[in-house]
T-cell receptor
Framework: DTAVSQTPKYLVTQMGNDKSIKCEQN?????MYWYKQDSKKFLKIMFS???????INETVPNRFSPKSPDKAHLNLHINSLELGDSAVYFC?????????????????FGSGTQLSVL | SQQGEEDPQALSIQEGENATMNCSYK?????LQWYRQNSGRGLVHLILIRSNEREKHSGRLRVTLDTSKKSSSLLITASRAADTASYFC?????????FGAGTRLTVKP
């Protein structure tokens, strides 16, 4: 079973459309993240949720709205897609983020969603 | 904002040689982690070193951390073609993990 799974793997869409990417983790982790990896491979954090509560919200256009219905799921909805949104989006999870130095700080990543906006 | 910055951006070596990648960062950290990314895949955790540690080993991996210089290095010994991937450092401070752009390592058979 895949620990962190995100769908779809590929998403090709037109400018102006609205799309969603789903993420689920079966590791029992408390914290989930969305990262964006651009064409230069920079991996930039977008959002972080701990037990369904938003704890990190980077400077991301408000066209991007994360939703966490429960701690095992963190979905990303994007409105009015723009060309610059084209990138690979990674979901990740980690355990016990509020307990530092407990050996649980590492992230588990999904395989990514390659978004192409035409 | 980005935190870790890897150097070099790309590294090409022969199988059997050692590969050294460096990471510099700007702020305080709780720990620093190294991840590997194969083409078209997600990142996979390799090793974590805490701010009060100076060196750590795991198999063919050796990580060092110098908090006074805000830098870390990852050494892969006796490299194999299967080590070809991108390697990222990530700084962790109070639940906030930041990555750089990675080092692209190519190991030629």
């Amino acid at each position: 079973d895949t620990a962190v799974s995100q769908t779809p793997k590929y998403l090709v869409t037109q400018m102006g459309n609205d799309k969603s990417i789903k993420c689920e983790q079966n590791l029992g982790h408390d914290t989930m993240y969305w990262y964006k990896q651009d064409s230069k491979k920079f991996l930039k954090i977008m959002f972080s949720y701990n037990n369904k509560e938003l704890i990190i919200n980077e400077t991301v256009p408000n066209r991007f709205s994360p939703k966490s219905p429960d701690k095992a799921h963190l979905n990303l909805h994007i409105n009015s897609l723009e060309l610059g949104d084209s990138a690979v989006y990674f979901c990740a999870s980690s355990a016990n983020r509020g307990r530092v130095d407990k050996g649980d700080e590492k992230l588990f990543f999904g395989s990514g969603t390659q978004l192409s906006v035409l | 904002s980005q935190q870790g910055e890897e150097d070099p951006q790309a590294l090409s070596i022969q199988e059997g040689e050692n590969a050294t990648m460096n990471c510099s960062y700007k702020t305080s950290i709780n720990n620093l982690q190294w991840y590997r990314q194969n083409s078209g895949r997600g990142l996979v955790h390799l090793i974590l070193i805490r701010s009060n540690e100076r060196e750590k080993h795991s198999g063919r991996l050796r990580v060092t951390l110098d908090t006074s210089k805000k830098s870390s290095s990852l050494l892969i010994t006796a490299s194999r073609a299967a080590d070809t991937a991108s390697y990222f450092c990530a700084t962790d401070l109070d639940n906030d993990m930041r990555f750089g752009a990675g080092t692209r390592l190519t190991v030629k058979p």
